[in-house]
């Protein structure tokens, strides 16, 4: 079974930048479309952004366009979400996903995005 390993979370300014990382631990990686989402307090957990097998990001949620990127490295089966401009509305569990709705669907154990000052 794959496992998905996140990195990068933490406490951050407004305004400030941070970078996460999900690191597959099999080369099915590349087979699956990727996903990041993200889980605040109280609330539902709601999708972020997601990037297809191909490289083609077909989604970006409308609360980090211009903010958030996407992207992934299949050599080294690693998917990425560098955010900038963050708020205190960012702040959540952040969650990667491989093969969502697959058979496969596997979920990360997540990681913690403050912001706060």
């Known amino acids: ?3 998905l390993v996140e990195s990068g979370g ?13 690191t597959a631990s099999s080369n099915i990686f590349r087979l699956y479309t990727m996903a ?17 097998s191909s490289n083609v990001v077909d989604y970006i949620r409308e609360a980090v366009k211009g903010r958030f990127t996407i992207s992934r490295d299949n050599a080294a089966r690693t998917v990425y979400l560098q955010m900038k401009n963050l708020s205190p509305e960012d702040t959540a569990v952040y969650y990667c996903n491989l093969g969502e709705g697959s058979p496969v669907d596997v979920w990360g154990q997540g990681t913690q995005v403050t912001v706060s000052s």
């Open 10 to 22: 933490g406490l951050v300014e407004p305004g400030g930048s941070r970078n996460l990382s999900c």
């Open 1 to 3: 079974q794959v496992q």
């Open 36 to 52: 990041w989402y993200r889980q605040a307090p109280g609330k539902q957990r709601e999708l972020v952004a997601r990037i297809t």
